[in-house]
T-cell receptor, first 112, second 117 residues
Framework: DGGITQSPKYLFRKEGQNVTLSCEQN?????MYWYRQDPGQGLRLIYY???????QKGDIAEGYSVSREKKESFPLTVTSAQKNPTAFYLC???????????FGSGTRLTVV | DQQVKQNSPSLSVQEGRISILNCDYT??????FLWYKKYPAEGPTFLIS???IKDKNEDGRFTVFLNKSAKHLSLHIVPSQPGDSAVYFC????????????????WGLGTSLAVNP
């Protein structure tokens, strides 16, 4: 079955440490996205990539970095520069079809 | 500035009755509007969409209405079922000018729907 896999589901890190969240898709989608969800904030776009080896900043990119070396993979690194990293992170991929976004099941990151 | 607004954070309805979730937007250039459903600790799943040139789209128990002059859309669920209890996000598709045919989703904050047995 095709889909998006995010791992791990829960992640704990100490303040000041970088952490990388994994996102893998086997849907052959060109575009991939990282969103962050906080209570009362909805979904906010961190980074997106339309094609391999290219990515663009979203609305809240500060303190995050990404890479897109393979079509299937779009890892997100939460750096120590991110002021409030504790959140629920969602990865998505899409076709150009309306409604063609597929989301992963998310990673809940807690920084202590 | 929130371009897509869902002003009701929560809604509670009785099983079998109609659920109406509302969404307002500010940008008249949006091409499509979409509704997503999200359960806790899961990613959103696509529910239904409507083109900006239409005023109604129906899919089973779900109907979306678009009023372009009022920049308002609504999702109707009839009849509501307990399994419909979830957070519903309204989203709008905006063509990204410098990105070929790529489109950017603008999300509302969501409305939490509780359907009571």
């Amino acid at each position: 079955d095709g889909g998006i896999t995010q791992s791990p589901k829960y992640l704990f890190r100490k303040e000041g440490q970088n952490v990388t969240l994994s996102c893998e898709q086997n849907l052959n989608h060109d575009a991939m996205y990282w969103y962050r969800q906080d209570p009362g904030q909805g979904l906010r776009l961190i980074y997106y990539s339309q094609i391999v080896n290219d990515f663009q900043k979203g609305d809240i990119a500060e303190g995050y970095s990404v890479s897109r070396e393979k079509k299937e993979s779009f890892p997100l690194t939460v750096t120590s520069a991110q002021k409030n990293p504790t959140a629920f992170y969602l990865c998505a991929s899409s076709t150009h079809r309306v409604g063609g976004y597929t989301f992963g099941s998310g990673t809940r990151l807690t920084v202590v | 500035d929130q371009q897509v607004k869902q002003n009701s954070p929560s809604l509670s309805v009785q099983e079998g009755r109609i659920s109406i979730l509302n969404c307002d937007y500010t940008n008249s250039m949006f091409d499509y509007f979409l509704w997503y459903k999200k359960y806790p600790a899961e990613g959103p799943t696509f529910l239904i969409s409507i083109s900006s040139i239409k005023d109604k789209n129906e899919d089973g128990r779900f109907t979306v209405f678009l009023n372009k002059s009022a920049k308002h859309l609504s999702l109707h669920i009839v009849p509501s079922q307990p399994g419909d209890s979830a957070v519903y996000f309204c989203a709008a598709l905006l063509l990204v000018a410098n990105a070929g045919n790529n489109r950017k989703l603008i999300w509302g904050l969501g409305t939490s729907l509780a359907v009571n047995p």
